[in-house]
């Protein structure tokens, strides 16, 4: 059998069951501080699939960056067939001032396919698109919610493409939501070129979540799994299967004040069940939140001070809030009892 051939990126060459971290260059800071994407390559010995893992496209969603870290000490990587992309921090600029956005202000996530000759967040989209999306058939590309706000785990696609409906089952997320592309969006671009992306949500702006991290290293082995990139040896399955919700909406604050949350997120709830109470500071007024829908809270704000109308509780529909219930148990008793990766893990 003939040896497989390198993987060249940025002209190095990554040799067959070897690893390397490439830097790929993107621009200077304005004290002209060298700024790139620094991306590890694991190049497995056999033959398979090229895939990517990314995170911190938006630079204040560090869990995503506490997840890759995890995912490259993990033992079964050692194994790999194919080879495997991870960019643990994308965004560099957002990600060294705790911003979700650019210097100029820009969203990266809004900038696809990007132009070596448009604006900072442009030329970003560009070399990512085209030095690591472009030579993968499949990603997983990792976010959280915004600062002051809280996702359950759950796992985004689009449409009814079955391969990503496949391995979004495989993930083992509490929820799959069905959401529609977003123009400019990394996933739209992707899918333009042939690459199926998955969009894994979990957790808070700026802070890290013990469970959110757990559930996203190992849904991404049993991605690998299933893609036959890794044996199932050391990969915990999935106990129950996620719940597929294809239409969510926001609960929004009825008046400005001081919220105090009875619920959270993944909890089901009932249509018309009070979710909070919204009071002034003086505890004069007092109004409730109610959900408009029943279903499970998939996201949730975190800041007890809130205005009038703000986004307070986005609820995604079930068929069924018993089934959804199960689920939803299910999934929290496996996250607990599954062994943390290495000792230093408690957050």
């Not at 069924?320 to 000792?343: M, N, T």
């Amino acid at each position: 059998m003939s040896k497989r051939a390198p993987f060249e990126i940025v002209g190095e060459c990554i040799a067959a069951g070897t690893r390397k971290t490439v830097r790929i260059p993107v621009s200077t800071l304005s004290d002209h501080t060298p700024v790139a994407i620094a991306a590890h390559v694991i190049h497995g010995k056999r033959e398979g699939p090229c895939m990517f893992v990314s995170a911190g496209i938006h630079g204040d969603e560090v869990i995503g960056v506490e997840i890759v870290r995890r995912l490259l000490r993990s033992d079964p990587l050692v194994n790999l067939r194919g080879t495997l992309i991870v960019v643990p921090i994308v965004n560099t600029f957002g990600f060294l001032n705790h911003s979700r956005y650019l210097p100029d202000r820009r969203d990266l996530n809004r900038c696809f396919p990007g132009s070596p000759h448009g604006s900072l967040a442009s030329r970003l989209a560009h070399i990512f698109l085209s030095e690591i999306v472009a030579r993968c058939t499949i990603g997983i590309d990792l976010h959280s919610a915004a600062v002051h706000r809280t996702n359950l785990p759950q796992i985004r696609v689009s449409g009814a493409n079955t391969q990503k409906m496949r391995l979004a089952h495989a993930f083992g997320a509490p929820v799959i939501l069905t959401s529609a592309l977003r123009d400019g969006s990394l996933r739209q671009e992707a899918k333009r070129i042939g690459v199926d992306v998955l969009l894994y949500e979990a957790g808070e702006g700026m802070r890290f979540d013990e469970m959110s991290v757990r559930a996203g290293v190992a849904g991404i082995l049993r991605v690998l799994n299933t893609l036959e990139m890794l044996p199932a040896k050391g990969i915990a399955k999935t106990r129950t299967r996620s719940l597929i919700c294809s239409d969510s909406t926001w609960t929004r604050a009825p008046m400005g004040g001081l919220l105090r949350v009875y619920k959270s997120e993944g909890d089901v709830v009932e249509e018309g069940e009070v979710l909070a109470a919204i009071s002034d500071p003086f505890g004069e007024e007092e109004a409730d939140v109610t959900a408009r829908n029943a279903g499970i809270i998939v996201g949730r704000a975190v800041m007890p001070v809130v205005n009038e109308g703000d986004a307070l509780f986005h609820i995604a529909a079930v068929k069924s809030v018993d089934v959804a219930e199960a689920a939803v148990e299910g999934v929290a008793e496996q996250l607990a009892d599954d062994p943390l990766f290495d000792e230093d893990e408690i957050i």
